[in-house]
């Protein structure tokens, strides 16, 4: 709600992207109980759509907050929108919702430009679960129907369920057209990768495809918010460091059925396990820093950090390790000299926050939301 407040009070319109079923309608049926005025289009619906088949007319006489769901279906709504964002007395505000596809991300950068405030929505996070839900929520990921299951079978399954229908129908409805088992084996390959730099020719060898191709399919996943491309920080430093991106599965759920993981148990003993626990930080640091521009950060020496961004001008560096009682390494002394780092904190699953060395931290994960809120104050 505070993100749509921030978006509103700066642009006449504001979008929600995310993923389909990770929350977006619930939260703008939640906002619109705070309005007065509200109208509310959805173009999953042949109804609505039909409303909208002459735009200006429909939307032009409104007032108030004006809803449009799944507005990717109908990208030529995103011309006449910044015609009506334009009008001097702007009588309504429009909140856009998408189901996080390239088409949304294009219609904003070529027609709505300065007049749109972004919010992304990437289903629970440790913020609204709280922290005796951290394995559920590792284990099941943030979409709401997955987490809220009654059980980890039940969960499983319907997540199975969302990679089927999303790149059986969800894709192709984007315009999308690569072979469903194709584009779910480069998905899988992905998840084996997880945590690990991106290598297009590897890639493209596997799927005995070009490097292009190996990217677009990367671009396709990416722009959709299932797969996070985190890229490299580059600093002016006497060492060689590494250009390519990390890949990751950006849902730990959706990770663990890709990898066949179904409970705690299976994911205790299997190899990606140290990998797992890195993406699921990593994404639930990025979810309450509100994190726009995250990196990583790695030399040839060995030398790496997990992710480094910047905070009221302070540089900050994690690093994501599954253990009991995580220590300082030569590493961690390496990036927080070459980086100038303000502190670095050691994001572990235990229950206690400790001092590993100077400005170095042991975090506990539950603690990550409490973090957030003391960095942002200094």
Known sequence: MDRLERAFRSHPAAAIEG???SGKTTLARNYMKREKVCSFFDLEKAVDRR???TPEQTLGGLRGLVV???IQRAPVLFEVLRVLLDRPKKPARFLLLGSASPALVRGVSESLAGRIGLVPLSGFDLRETGALSLKTLWLRGGF???FLAPDNEASGVWRESFLQTFLERDLPQLGVRIPTD???RFWTMIAHYHGQTWNAAEFARALGASEPTARRYLDILSGAFMVRVLPPWFENVKKRQLKAPKIYVRDSGLMHTLQDIESMHDLSGHPKLGASWEGFIVEQLIASFEVKSPTFWGTYAGAELDLMFALRGKR???????ADAPGATKSMHVALRDLSLSDLFVVYPGSDR???DDRITALPACDIPALAKELSRR
């Open 51 to 53: 409303r909208l088949e």
């Open 354 to 356: 400790y001092q590993i």
């Open 316 to 322: 900050y560096g994690f690093e994501c390790k599954y």
């Open 19 to 21: 993923p389909r079923q």
């Open 68 to 70: 449009l769901d799944e």
């Open 182 to 184: 194709t584009l779910r």
């Open 144 to 146: 709401p129907r997955s």
